[in-house]
Structure formats: structure tokens, C-alpha cells
């Protein structure tokens, strides 16, 4: 990974760090430290937005699609197009995990239709992607010690922090 990474530093490639993340509209309760009673008001009924994104490791800029829909090698194929779409004529190294539908055939051949590499992690290092540490982030800004009365509003507060991230990255994600 690390002459891809140089490769990116010096302009001659595009290195993304692409992962799903699901968002389930529930409680997220964060350091809540009480004398009495406490009552939190919770979201009733379930809820949930699944992101796909990429992260550019040196541009600090982000690409995502988010739907309700579940993820799978389709889907997943979605940001390969909008990578390829967005970098016509650079070389792309997609990093990715081992999640099925970015493991399986279909993704793999599309990924070389598109003249993208895919540069797969080991197993059981989540810490190695850098768009989950975004992820993270994002559940601190939106879910954690948050209420929203309707699946709407949930979808709404997450797909703002996007926005807001693809515009400009925060400085703590930098």
C-alpha cells in the first residue's frame, strides 16, 4: 500500500478507502451520568440509512451514496462508476475490506472494466481504512445523546454532515 500512497502524494494516482456504514436510528447514549432518574426520549420504531463512501487518502475530499436500500455488489458498484466518472483519466486504487459484495465477481470485473485497482485489507483490520474513522466522526456529530422524532429528520442531520464533509473536512478528520 505504501508506493500507492506515494504514488498519490506526488499526483500519479488516486488512492480511495471506500466502506459502507449503517446508520440505525435508535439510542446513542453518550458518557450520561446521573443523580436520579433520568428519562431519555428514544426513537420508536427502526430506522436506517446505509452510506456507501470513499474516502481520496491524500485529497481530504469524500464521494458518497446513501440510500435505504440494503448495500450489495449493485450498489456497491454505484461508487466504482462515480469514481471513474469523477477521475476519467487518473489510475484509482480502490482500498477495501473483505465485505461480500465488494469480494464477489461481479465487483471484481467491474472494478477491471473500469481500469480500477482494488487493493483488498486483511481480515478483521477495520482500523487500516481510513473512511472509518468518518464514520465514526459522523456518529459523534449526529447520533450520539441525539433525538429525531421521524426517519426523515434522522436521514436529513446524517446526509447534512456529508455534505458539509464533502464540501471541507473537518479539521479533527484531517
Given at each position: 500500500?505504501?508506493?500507492?500512497?506515494?504514488?498519490?502524494?506526488?499526483?500519479?494516482?488516486?488512492?480511495?478507502?471506500?466502506?459502507?456504514?449503517?446508520?440505525?436510528?435508535?439510542?446513542?447514549?453518550?458518557?450520561?451520568?446521573?443523580?436520579?432518574?433520568?428519562?431519555?426520549?428514544?426513537?420508536?420504531?427502526?430506522?436506517?440509512?446505509?452510506?456507501?463512501?470513499?474516502?481520496?487518502?491524500?485529497?481530504?475530499?469524500?464521494?458518497?451514496?446513501?440510500?435505504?436500500?440494503?448495500?450489495?455488489?449493485?450498489?456497491?458498484?454505484?461508487?466504482?462508476?462515480?469514481?471513474?466518472?469523477?477521475?476519467?483519466?487518473?489510475?484509482?486504487?480502490?482500498?477495501?475490506?473483505?465485505?461480500?459484495?465488494?469480494?464477489?465477481?461481479?465487483?471484481?470485473?467491474?472494478?477491471?472494466?473500469?481500469?480500477?485497482?482494488?487493493?483488498?485489507?486483511?481480515a478483521y483490520s477495520p482500523n487500516?481504512?481510513?473512511?472509518?474513522?468518518v464514520w465514526k466522526w459522523i456518529?459523534?456529530?449526529?447520533?450520539?445523546?441525539?433525538?429525531y422524532p421521524t426517519i426523515k429528520?434522522?436521514?436529513?442531520?446524517?446526509?447534512?454532515?456529508?455534505?458539509?464533509?464533502?464540501?471541507?473536512?473537518?479539521?479533527?478528520?484531517?
Open positions: 500500500a505504501r508506493p500507492k500512497t506515494e504514488e498519490a502524494q506526488a499526483g500519479k494516482r488516486k488512492v480511495c478507502c471506500v466502506e459502507a456504514a449503517h446508520f440505525v436510528r435508535g439510542p446513542y447514549l453518550r458518557r450520561v451520568w446521573s443523580l436520579g432518574r433520568l428519562w431519555i426520549r428514544t426513537a420508536s420504531g427502526k430506522g436506517r440509512l446505509n452510506v456507501l463512501g470513499a474516502l481520496d487518502a491524500c485529497a481530504d475530499c469524500i464521494q458518497f451514496l446513501a440510500t435505504d436500500e440494503n448495500i450489495d455488489s449493485l450498489g456497491a458498484a454505484c461508487i466504482l462508476y462515480k469514481l471513474r466518472e469523477t477521475h476519467p483519466d487518473e489510475k484509482i486504487t480502490v482500498v477495501v475490506d473483505n465485505a461480500r459484495y465488494q469480494a464477489c465477481h461481479r465487483y471484481k470485473s467491474l472494478a477491471r472494466a473500469l481500469k480500477i485497482e482494488l487493493l483488498f485489507l486483511p487500516l481504512n481510513l473512511i472509518e474513522r456518529k459523534g456529530q449526529c447520533l450520539y445523546n441525539k433525538y429528520q434522522f436521514n436529513q442531520a446524517i446526509i447534512d454532515c456529508l455534505y458539509r464533509i464533502e464540501k471541507q473536512i473537518p479539521q479533527p478528520l484531517k
